[in-house]
């Protein structure tokens, strides 16, 4: 038997330990023990606080919290699931690195998987890699902390790559692939960037379909369609747990249906209007991805661009200086999305020189993916998404499905380099079209710099609309002066957005004139090859340092203690009543993570927040509805003083855990129920929507002085009240109704329960001496980690299978 010849792979390797330096070299704070400090996950630790103790405290999952929003399902916060065994591979991707560059080099190895599946040659292939892995945007969303939305991306590529392995033929090795990293993918936990791929996917799949029609090749068509559903239903049953109860709890959540009637033209099935597109992308915008600064950058300070500074006339520094670096259409953005200069050029010229239908695939999802991403600035095709394209209504930030065209520009210009490295003739064949694609870009970059006034505004609408504003408030003597400040704003930004744009035009030039020796015979393969690494990693690494860089690196104890209590939390954290609420007025309420770690909290930090709640926020916690802050349990205020510290105020008027009400009030619906919320005494009466009158059939109230009902043991995923009273009363709990998985007992039996004053738990108890139990055992956890485990053990199982008899032909050839 002849040993197998491990020379073919040293290049792959290669790659690989290339991969590893350029990682820890950009993260070298890393290698001094620093970690990245990144917002969104400083709000985590808030939010999940209460969870990951419980967790560590019991070996159980806390599958509800009551830490922040009165209470919500913690399925989206930090639920571990435990049956999905595909987790221990998604270590092995991450190559044991540290946070976060583990999730870099899943950038760089998935896109690596799809070029080898397309049969770029390796160092080709790591130029591609670095394009795509340093596109800014990917860096920036690790800087924010959006770790899930990063893990998906990285996942998107190797799964494109197990479908095209599918489809040329490769059945089980291209199922088997895209199943593991469609799993990969879901289990990452951003549905978000998952039904971006699968918008990529159908185009991809209507596209093959033409192909195999025009080829009368329909049956291999429907084989490998057929296989790559055995995929997806396999990585789904892998993932059923989370994604089962994501699509249940979901249609309760602001991404849910509301029921009210209010506001109809901002409604949709989903999301409403002005938030879904709140963040859009600027049409004009939309050359950041050739030109980073074409609005600016990140939001920030003007005055720490040193260079566009200096054209600023002295007298009007300081004013301009406070003024914004970025003039964009959105409300703030970290950076822009910038796939690169070489990368869109050779984009551009891939379409002129590359046969099949993969360029118009790629053409395709990109030109969708940047009109949509102009949401509020294209409402007609973002209405029709809106309002008839399945589940799209369900995400905000319209801007991020860039990602698309994140991932098609940077492999249509790898292959098109491939084209021309494998037919160097192609260049003279295509000298008219190479010369079209170095204007339509380099010419394009060059033209922006010498006239950039004529193709783009350096004020924002927002900014245009306070100018127009204010200059009517001033007399003649002052407009003079107000318009030479405007002025000199606008020609620091013109020289910001300069800057960028010659910088562009060089990268192109640098780029076809590389293509052009190659082409004319005067470079070889390598030396393109080898130019194409440096000039990519020289355009594409220091723009996204530029919103990633050592900067952002904090010791681990800034990391993992991020808050620190108050004197006001401190007060707060001696009441030893286990379940009480806080609203801490001190910080942005609803967009607080801060409070959540040390209290129960009205407020807090989630993007998937129970619709009624956001409703009773919008409609009465919000404008200081006393009613509605007792009956949530309101034991304590946190308020700033006249020194502006936060100090705390007791609510001697919350109405406790539970209570016992005289009365209650049918409504007819939704509007009625929460709009009698507005005044009504919630120790009294109990208002309820007419759906649950059924529960309410032959109840009678009947006061009873002596009665009473105590909480007496309190945990996330239950909770155990003892109440004494001579007669069957109607019972209200301070507790967020949510019927998908809360279980009421009475004495051990199974009672019923209903909603009252549109998001609270009541029930009707009989007269006596009893002990009431709410349990949280949502079936779509106990179920789903059953048959995750089956699907996860299955899959693993058939890789084993298909890796072993792979490795035994091989074998025999060699033999």
Request: no cysteine.
């Amino acid at each position: 038997m002849k040993i197998p010849n491990l020379k073919q792979y040293l290049p792959h390797l290669s790659v690989v330990l290339i991969f590893l330096v350029v990682i820890m070299a950009y993260f070298s704070p890393l290698l001094e023990g620093k970690r990245l400090r990144q917002p969104d996950i400083t709000n985590w630790k808030g939010m999940s606080k209460e969870i990951v103790d419980y967790r560590a405290k019991t070996g159980e999952e806390a599958l509800w919290t009551n830490s922040m929003f009165g209470g919500m399902p913690a399925y989206q916060i930090s639920v571990e699931y435990k049956g999905n065994l595909i987790r221990h591979i998604d270590n092995i991707f991450k190559f044991g690195l540290p946070h976060p560059a583990n999730l870099v080099f899943i950038y760089l190895i998935g896109f690596f998987i799809l070029l080898m599946v397309l049969k770029v040659d390796p160092w080709l292939a790591l130029a591609g890699s670095v394009a795509f892995a340093f596109s800014s945007y990917f860096l920036i969303i690790l800087e924010a902390g959006h770790n899930s939305k990063a893990h998906a991306i990285g996942y998107m590529a190797p799964v494109l790559a197990g479908i095209l392995l599918t489809y040329r033929g490769k059945h089980i090795a291209g199922m088997l692939l895209t199943a593991l990293f469609l799993a990969l993918e879901l289990r990452a936990n951003h549905l978000q960037i998952t039904y971006y791929l699968m918008m990529m996917v159908i185009i991809l799949g209507i596209s093959e379909l033409i192909i195999s029609i025009k080829q009368k090749t329909v049956p291999a068509f429907l084989k490998a369609t057929g296989l790559l559903f055995i995929a997806a239903f396999l990585a789904l049953s892998i993932n059923i747990t989370n994604i089962w109860a994501t699509w249940e709890y979901g249609k309760d959540t602001i991404r849910g249906k509301s029921e009210l009637s209010s506001d109809p033209g901002n409604r949709t099935t989903g999301l409403d209007k002005d938030y879904a597109t709140q963040w859009s992308y600027g049409k004009a915008e939309t050359f950041t991805l050739m030109i980073p600064n074409t609005k600016g950058g990140a939001t920030g300070s003007l005055g720490n661009n040193r260079k566009a500074m200096e054209k600023v006339d002295p007298v009007f520094a300081q004013a301009v200086a406070g003024q914004n670096h970025y003039w964009g259409d959105q409300p703030f953005t970290s950076g822009p999305v910038y796939t690169g200069a070489i990368m869109v050029f050779l984009f551009i010229l891939g379409l002129f020189i590359l046969k099949g239908h993969l360029r118009w695939w790629l053409l395709a999802v990109t030109i969708l993916s940047v009109m949509l991403s102009w949401g509020k600035n294209f409402m007609p095709l973002t209405d029709f998404f809106l309002h008839y394209i399945p589940g799209y209504n369900k995400f905000r930030a319209v801007s991020m499905i860039l990602v698309i065209a994140d991932l098609a520009i940077p492999l249509l210009g790898i292959l098109a380099l491939k084209e021309i490295i494998e037919k160097p003739a192609i260049v003279r064949e295509k000298q008219k079209q190479f010369f079209i694609a170095l204007g339509m870009t380099g010419g394009l970059a060059l033209v922006f710099y010498l006239m950039p006034q004529t193709f783009f505004n350096f004020l924002s609408g927002m900014e245009q609309a306070a100018i127009t504003e204010q200059r009517a408030t001033l007399d003649s003597s002052q407009v003079a002066q107000f318009d030479s400040l405007i002025n000199n704003l606008e020609t620091a930004r013109v020289s910001v957005f300069k800057s960028d744009a010659i910088r562009s035009f060089i990268f192109i030039l640098l780029a076809a004139a590389l293509i052009w020796l190659y082409g004319k015979k005067k470079i070889k393969a390598g030396v393109l090859t080898a130019s194409a690494i440096l000039l990519i990693a020289i355009d594409m690494i220091p723009i996204a340092n530029r919103y990633l860089n050592n900067d952002h690196f904090v010791s681990k104890t800034q990391v993992n203690n991020p808050f620190a209590p108050t004197e006001a939390d401190k007060i707060i954290l001696k009441d030893t009543d286990p379940n009480f609420r806080v609203f801490n007025t001190t910080v942005s309420t609803f967009q607080d993570a801060s409070t959540s770690y040390f209290h129960k909290s009205i407020g807090g930090y989630h993007g998937a927040k129970l619709r009624r709640y956001q409703e009773l926020i919008d409609h009465h916690i919000s404008k200081g509805n006393e009613s509605v802050l007792n009956m949530l349990n309101t034991r304590y205020f946190i308020v700033n003083d006249a020194n502006r510290q936060p100090v705390v105020q007791i609510n001697m008027d919350a109405a406790g855990h539970a209570w016992f009400v005289n009365t209650y009030k049918l409504v007819e619906n939704a509007d009625q129920e929460i709009d009698a919320l507005a005044n009504f005494s919630p120790e009294s009466t109990a208002i309820v929507d007419k759906r649950f009158a059924q529960q309410l059939s032959g109840f009678s109230s009947m006061p009873d002085t002596n009665a009473f009902i105590n909480l007496t043991e309190y945990q996330p995923n239950k909770l155990k009240y003892k109440y004494q009273a001579a007669s069957d009363q109607l019972a209200v709990f301070s507790e967020i109704y949510y019927d998908k998985g809360w279980k009421a007992f009475i004495d051990g039996k199974p009672a019923p329960y209903f909603r009252a004053n549109y998001v609270l738990r009541a029930m009707i108890v009989p007269a006596g001496s009893h002990e009431i139990e709410f349990r949280f055992e949502p079936t779509v956890y106990f179920t789903g980690e059953k048959i995750s485990f089956a699907g996860s053990l299955l899959l693993i199982l058939m890789i084993l299978g298909y890796a072993g008899n792979e490795i035994r032909k091989n074998l025999r050839k060699k033999a």
